[in-house]
């Protein structure tokens, strides 16, 4: 056997910190001005909004800065109703400070401002308004890097806490899932090992093998062993539409509420994945050999301590 096909024989323990620490440094990469829009101009209060409309006829889909005695008092969008005769006051929206930011605001702390009743929020650059960003903004590139970050970090911390005893796990799947995750490893590898058995299996089989240990059930932020379910199903979906060039907006239903309740279940799971793993201990490989020569059978088992030890 060559020396890259040894090497990969070797046990790899997954360090879920180091996943974390990704999905922060990414998180923390991009600011607000990263991915925000420029303001569509300033008009003067008693500005006409037909006049407004004559002059940004083209790109109206933006907010202008309403400004009364050189002092911004509000805003108006391009699309928002009014009639012929009208002045920017007769339309505009207080600006108020809930509703401005820096533009050195974090990426993934400015998603969490958005609410049900706030998709838009403007940026403040030194002491002017000078950008805005709204929602929808949770389907640029910057914001999927971060969500993609955040789910290999959730994958590293269970990978870190199932490597430890893989067969013991492995053994919870079901005969159909562990045939398949068999055969993948195969495809991958050209041999099997716990190890790499594990990292042939789906993040909903990790979830699962999660879940069906009891005493790491136990540990985890949910109510019931049903509430967890419905959640790694989610984690799962989301996950793969994301993956897949679905829109996020889709995915959330369009709900600020619930992409920030995800992030935030998200970010529990993984630091109390963490936890479990800090408590886990030293590690004993002898205590799961008779779970392998159960996954394996016993002669296939017999092979594989002839060749290395696991």
């Not at 990414?26 to 925000?36: G, H, P």
């Not at 790499?196 to 789906?202: D, H, I, K, P, V």
């Not at 984690?235 to 600020?256: C, K, Q, S, W």
Request: charged share 25%; aromatic share 12%; glycine share 6%.
């Amino acid at each position: 056997m060559g020396k890259k096909n040894e090497f990969m024989r070797i046990p790899t323990f997954y360090d879920g910190r180091m996943g974390i620490s990704v999905y922060h440094k990414i998180a923390s990469l991009f600011t607000a001005r990263d991915i925000a829009r420029e303001i569509g101009g300033v008009v003067e209060a008693e500005m006409g909004m037909m006049q407004l409309f004559e002059s940004y006829e083209e790109d109206m889909d933006t907010f202008f800065l309403v400004k009364d005695a050189n002092k911004t008092i509000g805003f108006i969008h391009g699309h928002d109703d009014w009639v012929e005769g009208q002045t920017a006051i007769d339309v505009y929206t207080p600006l108020t400070p809930d509703i401005i930011v820096p533009d050195s605001l974090k990426l993934i702390d400015l998603i969490r401002l958005f609410t049900g009743e706030r998709y838009f929020l403007f940026i403040i650059t030194g002491n002017e308004i000078s950008h805005y960003v709204s929602f929808n903004i949770i389907d640029m590139p910057p914001l999927r890097l971060s969500f993609s970050a955040l789910y290999e970090a959730l994958e590293a911390r269970i990978l870190s806490i199932l490597s430890r005893y893989p067969s013991k796990h492995l053994m919870t799947l079901s005969e159909g899932r562990k045939e398949k995750a068999k055969a993948r490893c195969i495809e991958k590898y050209s041999f099997r090992n716990p190890w790499n058995t594990l990292l042939s299996t789906t993040i909903a089989d990790r979830l699962d093998m999660l879940r069906a240990d009891k005493d790491i059930l136990s540990k985890l932020p949910f109510d019931s062993n049903t509430e967890i379910k419905t959640f790694n199903k989610c984690i799962e979906n989301v996950r793969n539409m994301i993956a897949h060039g679905e829109t996020m907006l889709h995915v959330f239903d369009y709900n600020p509420e619930r992409l920030n309740n995800h992030i935030n279940r998200l970010l529990l799971l993984v630091k109390t994945l963490g936890n479990v793993f800090d408590g886990l201990g030293a590690y004993r490989g002898q205590k799961t050999q008779e779970s392998e020569k159960e996954f394996y059978g016993y002669e296939e088992w017999k092979k594989l301590h002839s060749k290395w030890d696991v």
